[in-house]
């Protein structure tokens, strides 16, 4: 793993924590993004060389809702960068890590990514992603 590429952060409203954020990072977001495959609308932000991932449910069914419904608004994932994610998802799963989705699938920002399920990463969701080539 090359480095931490951003954190997800799960809210209600990005009407609402855009501007939160805004103020908060003292930084304008940078670009917003829907993601029909996840149901999520996106917002990013930069912090330093890390993002800030901000992600609102498009579906009350949808994944963000659910966690929101039974954690609250917070952080939802850490992703990592890395170089070669064939390689990356065969040496975790050596190593014994439960990987949700082994074929990398779209995300955000020009992304490829894949999950790691938090019952083998300390209750942490870990996103691997890879820049889209």
Known sequence: MQKIEH??????????SVPLF???????????????GEKVNTAFFKAGETKIEL????????????????????????????????TEVKRLKKEGFLVLNEVPKPGADNKMVCFLHPKTTNGILI??????K
């Open 7 to 16: 954190i997800g952060i799960a809210v209600k409203s990005l009407t609402h």
């Open 22 to 36: 805004e103020q908060l990072l003292n930084s304008l977001c940078y670009k917003t993004e829907l993601v029909e």
């Open 55 to 86: 992600l609102e449910s498009t579906d009350a069914e949808g994944v963000i809702a659910r966690f929101i419904e039974k954690k609250g608004e917070g952080i939802h994932h850490i992703a990592f960068e890395v170089t070669d994610m064939e």
């Open 127 to 132: 996103e691997l992603c890879v820049e889209k």
